[in-house]
């Protein structure tokens, strides 16, 4: 086994470095920044964490934003092996993914238009 | 590199799906039993693969991803059912739940 | 790396499906598209186009017998008769919903199109020929019905059942994951014929007619799981817990669809899988079978006597009928797979049409669904009463109604195997239920009706499902013939070619 066989690997490796770096640093150079006495704090949400029952109001927005990201999130698994052999798949392969996308799409249609995209209420 | 040979990791599958079991059984927390009945699922992912790799087909590894997606359904429809109660409760216990006998 | 071939598409075998995945999509779209409407009565005109669609393609295959896609799918008539019974219990659950939901203002397109994915879940199952299509199959219509059991929103009651319907579902389904394991572990293969060379195209019953018995045993202890995952769906004892509760909470005309469809849909799995292709390990698992069978039938029947909700009784009833169907399962032979087959299709349309009666009785937020509500139902609403009795007398198995012939068959077909004690058994029970459906009846017929009779709006369509399944109840009952002889068409299995095995059943 030749070590140029790893070569893309490395090269991937430092590309998504140099784009992680890269992106942060751009973003807290673009971004205005002003220091207020609650972002300081350890939560920087601003709520501090104290000895509450567990009886809680949570926003829910959270709970379905997570639970629409796993469920499109996941569905993508299915591109991965696509991806490899989409070569030698060809046509084949891309109508068929074509029609999973469009299933997809018509999920996300409807998640848009009853508005479980939208933050706030 | 030593080879680990199959027969350890179906015992280990077979480990996690027997805690997974166990664990679904007496817990009362509703979010706790789902956490354990991932992890039955995820024991039979763990098999699926050393079968895999026994026989030496990739069938095995596809077929984990299909469990993967239907896991994430299945936890999205779950979570958000005993979301659902969790808010008009204030309690994900099943021994909360009063309405229905248990 | 080989040269790919895609495989062929052929896509009879799943155009039902297809249909209903599609005009699901639609339905949500376009309902999502148009906004706000007071009336929107295309939303059970869409569902039920494409559900009479989805019939109309599996009755144009009728005959056919081959394998499609891969092995993974059975084109044949075992599946054209299931798909075809499962289309018309989904019409008379959009109708009866449509009442059910305007009524309580809870109309959504979500309804209709879960509805649409659940049928097409169960048809899946009764094409699925790859262990792997079955599984997807089972989650597809158990993820959509735990939605619409939780669909009565203000209602904790219907969410609560919806959670323990969702845990014990998603347990149980866990178990039939690891069966499937297990059977690739022992097969190598998760398709349940496989081709015709063991060794390049494995399957489950190729498997079986070509190595001995010793090598099998992996594969008997898979069985087990298998039977315990699909156990939870036909609600059979010990896997039953959920059903009481489930039923209880789910809106009325769901719970009508989910003894009637994840019943047929489940024993059309459980009767492809043990009755054709696990036949030669029939030793194995007949044990097994029987003892669910026995405690399923008992323990349904007597604590179905001691129910004062309708809901929960009608419940109970359905796990005991769970076991006289798994006495054609036993029999192994094919007067119990025809018989299972008329029994399942006569049984959905009596349940269905006894939860559309009880969804109309039951009023707004279903408050009346006591036993002591049903007290003079007779003189208030003589046709829902008499309706309800019908229904319960084909429940009970009583000449002159199609549920006296399903058994007929079903105990035939187990008495023909020589389990003639198991049939005894199933008799014994039997008279023991007709005693609670007798209790309903006396409560309609002989004692007065408390307190005020309420006005009950009977929607045009719940009345025309009642209409239609009382019909249909009377008609299989005096005439059996053609809807006993389809299934009798239907059993022919897909069968693996000859020279690698035993037919399963005689065609």
Known sequence: MTLSAYLPILLLIIISTIFAVASIFVSSKLAPSRWTFAKRLPYECGIVPEQSDERERFPVKFYLVAMLFIIFDIETVFLYPWAVVY?????????????????????YVYVWRRGGLEWAE | MTEVAPGYYLALAGLMFSIGVIGALVRRNAIVIFMFIELMLNAVNLMFVTFSRIRGSVDGQILVFFVLVVAAAEAVVGLAIILVIVRRRSSANVDDVSLLRW | ????????????????????????????????LIGERPNRWFLPVMAT??????????????????????????????????????????????????????????????????????????????????????????ETFSIALYVLVAFKSGSLTSQESAMKYFLLGAFSSAFFLLGIALTYGA??????????????????????????????????????????????????????????????????????????????????????????????????????????????????????????????????????????????????????????????????LAVLGAFAVVSVVSGQDEARVRLAGYKGLFFDHPALAVALTLFLLSLAGVPVTAGFFGKLVVFG???????????????????????????????????????????????????GVIAITAVATIGFGVVPGPLLRAAEDATMFFQPAPETGQAPLGG
Not at chain 3, 198 to 225: C, D, H, Y
């Open chain 3, 413 to 463: 077909a187990a008495v023909q195997a020589s389990y003639s004690w198991v049939v005894a058994i199933g008799v014994i029970t039997s008279a023991i239920a007709a005693f609670f459906y007798l209790k309903i009846m006396v409560r309609m017929y002989l004692e007065e009706s408390e307190g005020e009779s309420s006005p009950l709006p009977i929607g045009r369509l719940a009345a």
């Open chain 3, 49 to 138: 186009a494409g559900l009479v669609l989805a019939g109309a393609f599996a009755a144009s295959t009728w005959g056919d017998n081959e394998l499609q896609l891969s092995g993974a799918i059975a084109l044949d008539g075992f599946a054209s008769f299931v798909k075809i019974s499962l289309a018309v219990f989904g019409l008379l659950t959009v109708w009866v919903g449509r009442d059910y939901l305007v009524r309580d203002a809870l109309e959504d397109s979500e309804f209709y199109a879960l509805v649409l994915l659940a049928v097409a879940g169960m048809m899946l199952m009764a094409a699925a020929a790859d262990l792997i299509i079955m599984f997807l199959a089972l």
């Open chain 3, 187 to 348: 097969v190598g293969s998760t398709a349940l014929y496989g081709g015709r060379d063991p060794v390049s195209e494995p399957g489950i019953a190729s498997f079986l007619s070509t190595s001995p018995t010793a090598n099998t045993g992996l594969l008997v202890l898979a069985t087990g799981f298998l039977i315990i995952g699909l156990g939870f769906k036909i609600a059979a004892v010990p896997f039953h817990a959920w059903t009481p509760d489930a039923y209880q909470g789910a809106p009325s005309p769901i719970t009508g669809f989910m003894a009637a469809g994840t019943k047929f849909a489940a024993f059309a799995a459980i009767l492809r899988l043990f009755d054709a292709t696990l036949f030669s390990l029939r030793a194995e698992w007949r044990p097994l079978v029987i003892a669910i069978a026995v405690a399923t039938m008992i323990i349904g029947s007597v604590l179905a006597v001691v129910q004062d909700d309708i809901k929960r009784l009608l419940a109970y009833s359905s796990i005991a009928h769970a076991g006289f169907i798994l006495t054609a399962v036993i029999a192994a032979n094919d007067r119990g797979v025809s018989g299972a087959l008329f029994y399942l299709a006569t049984y959905g």
């Open chain 1, 87 to 107: 070569q030698e798949l060809a046509v084949f392969g891309l109508i068929e993914m074509v029609v999973f996308i469009v299933i997809l799409l018509a999920a």
């Open chain 3, 1 to 32: 790396m080989p040269e790919f071939t895609p495989p062929q598409v052929q896509l009879a075998g799943v155009a039902p499906e297809i249909t209903l995945l599609v005009s699901a999509l639609i339905l949500l779209i376009v309902d999502t």
